[in-house]
């Protein structure tokens, strides 16, 4: 079978995960890390039943029932879009990027939206919460396939807004690929994450992708997406820049120093952020 093809009739496959220890007979596995590793785990998948076995040519090109592909990020990204049915067309979906700050301003807008008569569901450094339930995150930003899962549960239990941190480990390693958002906020950049990003130009192109790339595929999907720039930070001048050649019109700008009323909800669930500038 052709990747495309499983991506296709993904939905139809009883379970997909790029955990070896999840897999149960019929179920889709992707393999992918260091690559003794991947070896190693995407033989046991088989020994328990997988029916597939997805990833990079060096990592299952020799075994049976493999489907190989060039970069086993996206492909985990695609098939867990196509497995959970693209759930983020559906809801409300506001990414929050930023060196420091990410964790309260989803809170903050979490009650925001709450206020304002929205179910809301984060997904975030502290923890993925959603419907009185709370559970412990196992990264800021989940991988592709945890993370459209997670999604799945939401919606299943009543959620219609999720906010979620973006972090430059997440989209610089194509989890939330696939994803359509509605909005996105910038709070400030540092230099951080050195083992992934050379230089505070790399860290800068990771974060800015959520408002150019992931923005303009949102827009081309229907999303009426919006973005939030700090322009108190250095980098937000640039950020805002970035917005600007995507769709100036929904890109608005705001300094921390200048809020008078920093949120205002109405009753049938639309938000309003109040700035100066």
């Known amino acids: 079978m052709k990747f495309q093809d499983l991506a296709t009739s993904a939905h139809t496959f009883p379970g997909l995960t790029d955990d070896s220890r999840?897999?149960?007979?019929?179920?889709?596995?992707?393999?992918?890390?260091?690559?003794?590793?991947?070896?190693?785990?995407?033989r046991q998948t088989?020994?328990?039943?997988?029916?597939?076995?997805?990833?990079?040519?060096?990592?299952?090109?020799?075994?049976?029932?493999?489907?190989?592909?060039?970069?086993?990020?996206?492909?985990?990204?695609a098939l867990a879009c196509a497995f959970y049915r693209n759930l983020s067309r559906d809801i409300q979906l506001i990414g929050v990027t930023g060196t420091c700050g990410k964790t309260t301003t989803t809170a903050l807008?979490?009650?925001?939206?709450?206020?304002?008569?929205?179910?809301?569901?984060?997904?975030?450094?502290?923890?993925?919460?959603?419907?009185?339930?709370?559970?412990?995150?196992?990264?800021?930003?989940?991988?592709?396939?945890?993370?459209?899962?997670?999604?799945?549960?939401?919606?299943?239990?009543?959620?219609?807004?999720?906010?979620?941190?973006?972090?430059?480990h997440g989209i610089h390693q194509k989890r939330i690929r696939g994803l359509l958002f509605d909005g996105a906020v910038f709070t400030n950049l540092s230099l951080e994450h050195q083992d992934i990003h050379h230089s505070l130009a790399e860290y800068f192109y990771a974060k800015s992708l959520l408002f150019s790339e992931y923005a303009t595929?949102?827009?081309?999907?229907?999303k009426s997406f919006s973005a939030c720039v700090n322009v108190d930070d250095c980098w937000g001048e640039a950020f805002y820049a970035s917005c600007e050649q995507t769709a100036s019109a929904w890109c608005d700008r705001y300094a921390l120093s200048s809020f008078t009323i920093p949120f205002e909800g109405d009753r049938n669930g639309a938000v309003t952020l109040k700035t100066h500038g």
């Not at 179920?27 to 070896?39: C, L, M, T």
């Not at 060096?58 to 190989?68: R, Y």
């Not at 809301?120 to 800021?140: C, D, H, K, M, Q």
Request: some cysteine; glycine content about 10%; charged content about 20%.
């Open 46 to 77: 088989l020994a328990r039943g997988a029916c597939f076995v997805v990833g990079e040519p060096e990592i299952v090109g020799e075994l049976p029932k493999s489907i190989v592909v060039q970069d086993w990020r996206d492909a985990a990204a």
């Open 109 to 168: 807008i979490e009650a925001v939206l709450s206020a304002a008569g929205r179910r809301v569901g984060v997904i975030g450094t502290a923890s993925i919460r959603y419907g009185g339930l709370v559970f412990e995150s196992p990264n800021t930003t989940p991988s592709s396939i945890v993370l459209n899962r997670t999604l799945r549960h939401m919606v299943d239990s009543g959620i219609d807004s999720v906010v979620m941190e973006a972090s430059s």
């Open 217 to 222: 595929s949102s827009i081309a999907a229907g």
């Open 22 to 42: 999840e897999v149960l007979p019929e179920w889709i596995f992707v393999a992918g890390g260091e690559r003794a590793h991947a070896v190693n785990h995407a």
